[in-house]
């Protein structure tokens, strides 16, 4: 039985995600989820999205709301590409330069145009192949240029240094990735994880995280159809812009066969050590456990059903206490049951 329901929901999962959000029953490559409870899902999603709009991918759909800001990017934090922010430093007869990174955003994470997730190759790994239509990706850098300071010093001076702040950015088209990941998860733990904190949505993660002793992404590949031309923007002086941005499109001209060529070892090598070490950082973190909370741990006597299936508000409105002490989970299955069965 555990064994179906852990089938069904990862149809479901695939059907959300992979399935498309318009038309009846649409998924990736026009085909019907087989998954019961998948189908189900997605038909609820899809008649809320309505027939006419054009088909979307439901993942599309969860980035653009819970991970992206409303310029429709993600910002990343620096330490992933680097430990230090200031990646030139420089000290010559002429200027004293340095030059660092202040952001590093991504946009359009939600163009993915096909998902293939979690397909068992192993005993303890999964293959995911993504295709997205498009990527972009802007660095915002700061320049500081000032007189020498040496004893050799051709030019000598007070003046207040100089500081630009610009941004360059560079677009990828028709992206296939393909995503190889061991997964170690003790089933010990797992089995021995407490119900409570799992009624609250925030902490289902970290206590699901808590159960897994290894997690290692073993194949990185990235193929990428096409590559727009650099552009650097942001600089004082227009003349700068159009002067460096023409100098940036001539080299990458010549050597953009060169790059393409260059890119899937750069990502199966720099991108999956990264992102490796920036894993093993994060479970790091969940590696406590997973903690029943002391509100929930004073709790005793039965259930109250008033507050474990509805919300505060409505649980008081019930007679409940109406204080979530049962936490968010159960609620918004609730709701997503009652508007799947009752919705339309």
């Not at 003046?159 to 677009?171: D, G, K, L, M």
Request: charge should be negative.
């Amino acid at each position: 039985y555990a064994g179906g329901w852990i089938d069904d929901a990862l149809g479901a999962i695939d059907g959300l995600l992979g399935g498309e959000t318009a038309g009846a029953t649409a998924a990736v490559g026009g085909e019907t989820p087989t998954s019961a409870i998948g189908t189900a899902m997605l038909d609820m999603f899809q008649s809320a999205a309505g027939t006419e709009a054009p088909p979307r991918l439901g993942i599309n759909e969860f980035i653009r709301d819970n991970l992206l800001d409303s310029a429709g990017a993600l910002v990343l934090d620096t330490s992933l590409f680097t430990d230090d922010a200031e990646i030139f430093d420089g000290h010559d007869m002429l200027t004293e330069t340095s030059l660092s990174i202040e952001e590093v955003s991504l946009k359009g994470l939600d163009s993915f145009t096909e998902l293939d997730l979690l397909n068992a190759i192993g005993n303890y790994t999964l293959r995911n192949v993504l295709r997205l239509d498009h990527l972009t990706v802007q660095v915002n850098m700061r320049a500081v240029m000032a007189a020498s300071s040496l004893s050799d010093a051709v030019i000598v001076g007070d003046a207040e240094p100089i500081v630009e702040h610009f941004s360059i950015e560079i677009t990828l088209r028709d992206i296939e990735i393909d995503l190889s990941v061991f997964l170690g998860v003790n089933t010990a733990t797992l089995g021995s994880l407490q119900l409570g904190p799992l009624l609250h949505s925030s902490d289902v993660v970290t206590c699901l995280l808590s159960a897994v002793a290894e997690l290692e992404a073993t194949e990185l590949l990235v193929s990428v159809g096409d590559v727009e031309p650099p552009t650097l923007t942001g600089f004082l002086d227009s003349g700068v812009d159009y002067i460096i941005t023409s100098a940036a499109g001539s080299l990458f001209k010549m050597y953009e066969a060169v790059a393409l060529r260059a890119l899937p070892n750069f990502f199966d090598s720099f991108v999956k050590d990264r992102l490796n070490a920036y894993v093993d950082d994060t479970l790091r973190l969940f590696s406590s456990g997973c903690e029943l909370s002391s509100d929930m741990e004073a709790l005793d006597g039965h259930v109250d059903f008033r507050d474990l299936l509805y919300g505060a508000e409505e649980a008081a409105s019930a007679g409940g206490n109406g204080d979530g002490r049962y936490g968010d989970l159960v609620p918004t299955v609730m709701d997503v049951i009652d508007d799947w069965l009752f919705g339309w």
